[in-house]
């Protein structure tokens, strides 16, 4: 086992998965320039060069649609957006087409599309490039949609999209890309509507969706500094999601938060509170608590984008008052983008 | 190059067999037993006919909302429409996807599709897949006037021109979106095609109602693709009769005329044709009968098999999501 970061990790699974496949296609804006989608596509342009690693027009909206026509005839194409926002100028082909593919036409065989989308957070990047979609793709069926949130579960879950044959959305955090994080060499899929319990508690239940589900392990740090053992849950993927391991967990500790990077209406925060009202409420102490997006666009001015993002301490001091713990004068905590320099 | 007996004879009868099939359909739709909105394709069967007899049977095509002509012609088998129509199990897409979702893997219709301009980009993958092999097969893309007007369509013709995939563009122009015509929706004093030439694409128009002509284009249209020399564009000049949806006609409504009905009735490709082989003695009325019993024959057992074959199950509501 080696150390790779999230990024690194991205590049090694599509490598590999290419080397396995040669059926497997890159294509988007800029993914065969020196910057490579942040280091993600640089590894496999420079092994597979321009027959494989396609440099596109601007057209998310044909583009998806040539994904999918060339899955249908055999291709394996990965489509890569440098923000998820860019993504619903091809809603129409994701939603509409490839996700309803199988259904609709009766057939045996889906169409393989893998499509990643990186979710942009800070550093002013403003209200349209730090946006978070997996409710949005969630919504859906048809689709796998995932967010990981560790480099082997960037890893894991990008072999089982390039290896499966449903269309799957991946949503990459920007801010978790220089995470480091032990990941195996071998390409080993993890499959979808499998979670990862990131630690073991017995006080409260903490679900936290992409980057949530890192700054949840954080909080829990902070949580234990005071005696309070918090269990960490990342679903890694929204569809399916694995109401399993959330119900087991609760069952455990009758306490539940979730937390997200989007907002809490309708949302993927909405939905465990639903999973755990319909299925769990008998193991419910207390409310849940969401931790969601405050409801409005994100901001660019510093002290307004602050607010605007939940931190380590936000999901503290939730888990503190379902709790009801009289706990004060907890320790900060860095903010995860703190030596973040930019430009992006 | 020249089109043999065989070849001219084949096309009427393709023709016929569309026209003779939607007819019943538009017939038998008033029954309310076949519930699915049908675009008919009466008046326009000469595109599809034209088109895909120019074709193989590896190549692909794909269609919009207005598609049993293109399946048809293309060769997909007439029980996998006639069942999907009565949403049995037997139908192509086995009752999940209805009149505007026809597929049938086997004879290269891969999809058609409600969403305007949708598949333009769809066959323009499978066109880019096929040049990334280096086959020889050559993806079709069927789509209306309307769909032109979609930002899709031109995100399209721009990839296809840049990587020059094997891709047609097959255009049926029949003058009306829905209910708004030409003049409302695009700019005057451009034609269709000659968007296409903005992208570099090779382009024709052609009379859509005359099937040899739209034939012969396209076997030269389809050769430039094969050949490795990129996408190719052709524009087929029709109309359709009945409204735009559902069985009836529609020209009290408002929007046309019934005089403007008539005049394009008058043009119908299926009666053009015949009267040309008559005169020319390539067939005669003796064998155009026979032909309209044996079709309404193959056509009457497709619709008896499907009304007495099994609705899907209940139970397998969700099968196939996944």
Known sequence: ?344 | MGISKEEILSLLRGMLRIRCLEETLAERYQEQEMQTPTHFSIGQEATAVGVCSALEQQDVIYSGHRCHAHYLAKGGPLLGLVGELYGREVGCARGRGGSVHLTDAGSGVIASSAILGQTIAVAVGSAWAFSLDHSRRVAVAFFGDGAVEEGIFHESLNFAALHKVPVLFVCENNLYSTHSSLAVRQPAGIQIYERARAYSLPSRQVDGNDVAAVFQATREAVEWCRSGRGPYFLEGLTYRWREHVGPLWDYDAGYRTKAEVEEWMARCPIKRLSEQLLRDGLCSEGELRRWREEIQQEIAHAIVVAKSSPFPSVQCLLEGTY
């Open chain 1, 1 to 344: 086992m080696r150390r790779l970061k999230y990024w690194q990790a991205i590049s090694e699974a599509t490598v590999q998965c290419m080397e396995g496949d040669p059926n497997i296609l890159i294509a988007g804006i800029g993914v065969d320039d020196h910057k490579g989608m942040f280091g993600t596509t640089r590894g496999a342009f420079q092994r597979f060069g321009r027959s494989r690693v396609f440099d596109i027009p601007n057209c998310e909206n044909a583009m998806a649609g040539i994904a999918i026509g060339a899955a249908a005839v055999g291709k394996r194409p990965l489509v890569v957006h440098p923000r998820n926002d860019f993504m619903f100028l091809a809603m129409d082909q994701i939603f509409n087409l490839a996700a309803k593919w199988k259904y609709m036409y009766g057939t045996q065989a889906g169409v393989p599309v893998v499509f990643r989308g990186i979710v942009g957070r800070g550093w002013g990047q403003g209200a349209t490039h730090s946006q978070s979609l997996q409710a949005t793709f969630a919504h859906f069926p048809g689709l796998h949609v995932a967010a990981p949130a560790s480099p082997a579960d960037a890893k894991g879950l990008l072999v089982s999209a390039l290896q499966g044959s449903t269309p799957v959305v991946l949503l990459e955090n920007r801010a978790l890309y220089e995470l480091e994080g032990d990941v195996a060499e071998a390409p080993t899929p993890i499959p979808f509507g499998q979670g990862r319990i990131i630690r073991e508690g017995n006080d409260i239940t903490i679900v936290g969706a992409s980057l949530m589900a890192y700054e949840a392990d954080r909080a829990a740090d902070i949580l234990g500094e005071k005696g309070i053992r918090a269990e960490v849950i990342d679903p890694r993927s929204m569809r399916p999601l694995d109401e399993r391991i959330i119900l087991d967990s609760l069952r455990k500790t009758g306490h539940l938060v979730v937390a997200d990077t989007s907002w809490a209406a309708y949302g993927f925060a909405a939905e465990v509170a639903a999973v755990a009202a319909e299925k769990g409420f008998a193991f419910l102490k207390a409310p849940v608590r969401r931790i969601t997006l405050p409801d409005c666009p994100a901001p660019v001015s510093e002290p307004l984008e602050k607010a605007f993002h939940p931190s380590p301490m936000t999901i503290v001091q939730a888990c503190l008052e379902v709790l009801q713990s009289e706990v004060s004068s907890v320790r900060g905590l860095r903010d995860v983008q703190e030596r973040f320099t930019g430009p992006y």
